[in-house]
C-alpha cells in the first residue's frame, strides 16, 4: 500500500524526462541502456504500485488503455536464445492492441524478455517485452512516447474527490475517485 504518492510519483516524473533526453540521443552506450532496463522496470512497478492503491490515481486515468504491438511466436524461446528477437518471433507484421495498465506493467515487471529498441539514428525509440508465461506466445512492443506519456499521466495525476459507499445489507464497499 502506497501511503504518501508524492514519493513515487516525483521520481516517475524524472523517470520520464531522462527517457525522453534517451530517445533524442544519437547514440546510446552499454551504460544507458542499462539504465533505461532500470528506469523502465522501475517506472512500471511504481505505476502498478499506484494504480493498485485505490485512492492514489482517478479512475479514469486506471482506466486507461495503452497502446502495443503485438507479435506472433514462431519458435520456442529459451534462456540461451532469448536475445534474437528476429528468429523467434514474426517481427515483420504485428498486430495492434489497447491493453490496461496492469496487463502492460505485469508483462513488463515479469519480463522473460526486455530489449530496449534503438532507431536507425541512435535514440530510444521503444521496448519489447514478454513474460516468462507468454514468451512462446507473443512478444510486445510500446512505443517510448507511449511509456513517457503513461508516466507522466500517472505522475501528475492527482485525485480531488473521493466518494466510498457501502451497500448495508450486503456490505460491498464502492470507491469513486475522481
Known sequence: MVWESESWKTPLLKLAKRLKSLKASRELSEDQLAQIERDILIGFYSVRRLTETPTKVTDQTRGTLLPISKFANVKPVTWRNNHRLDELYDLTKSNQEKRDITFVC????????????????????????????????FLLFM????????????????????????????????LVVK
Open 106 to 137: 505485469g508483462r513488463v515487471i515479469h519480463s522473460f524478455i526486455f530489449a530496449p529498441c534503438v532507431s536507425e539514428e541512435g535514440g530510444l525509440c521503444g521496448v519489447f517485452f514478454t513474460s516468462d508465461l507468454d514468451r512462446d506466445k
Open 143 to 174: 512505443d517510448i512516447d507511449e511509456v513517457i506519456t503513461l508516466f507522466r499521466l500517472i505522475g501528475n495525476d492527482s485525485p480531488s474527490l473521493i466518494e466510498s459507499s457501502r451497500d448495508l445489507p450486503t456490505g460491498v464497499e464502492t
